[in-house]
């Protein structure tokens, strides 16, 4: 099971957006505290994002660079959702609808939107993804926000 995660940012009119998400199950993560700091002491479970990956203290830990030389007794990689199978959609509510682009083992989903799709948008916009696995019939809404929308 994963929690939803909401996620609120900025487009602006007349220009594309590319994002990468990477979605995360494991239950080994109990809190996330967000991007890794130094002077923190985190506790077991506690979960953080550093250089482009994410974490799971795996005994407390103070100073420990979480994938850094001699951390691997106090950090693990946090597992990936393998979403091989799955189909997505990313919903701007009355804005866009996009198909995003899924490397199923990686976690990992491409989303692409032209500057097309959003030429007299709202000021903002209720968005959310939406993934499918039609073998299953599980549907799923990981992360939703949203988007506000301004000129350049």
């Known amino acids: 099971m994963i929690n939803p995660k909401q996620w609120d940012f900025t487009l602006y009119v ?26 923190f002491v985190y506790k077991t479970g506690d979960a953080v994002s550093w250089e482009d990956e994410a974490y799971v203290a795996t005994l407390e830990s103070d100073h420990a660079e979480p994938g850094g030389p001699g951390t691997k007794p ?3 990689p946090v597992e990936r959702m393998n979403l091989t199978s799955y189909e997505g959609e990313l919903v701007a509510d009355e804005v866009f609808t996009s198909k995003p682009t899924i490397e199923g083992p990686l976690g990992r989903i491409n989303v692409s939107v032209p500057a097309s799709a959003f030429t007299d948008p709202p000021t903002s916009a209720h968005w959310y993804l939406k993934l499918t696995e039609p073998a299953h019939e599980i549907v799923i809404f990981p992360i939703h926000g949203t988007m506000l929308f301004k000129e350049p």
């Open 74 to 76: 106090f950090w693990s």
């Open 14 to 39: 007349g220009a594309s957006w590319e994002q990468t998400l990477i979605l995360y199950a494991d239950s080994r993560v109990k809190r996330w505290r967000g991007t890794w700091q130094e002077w």
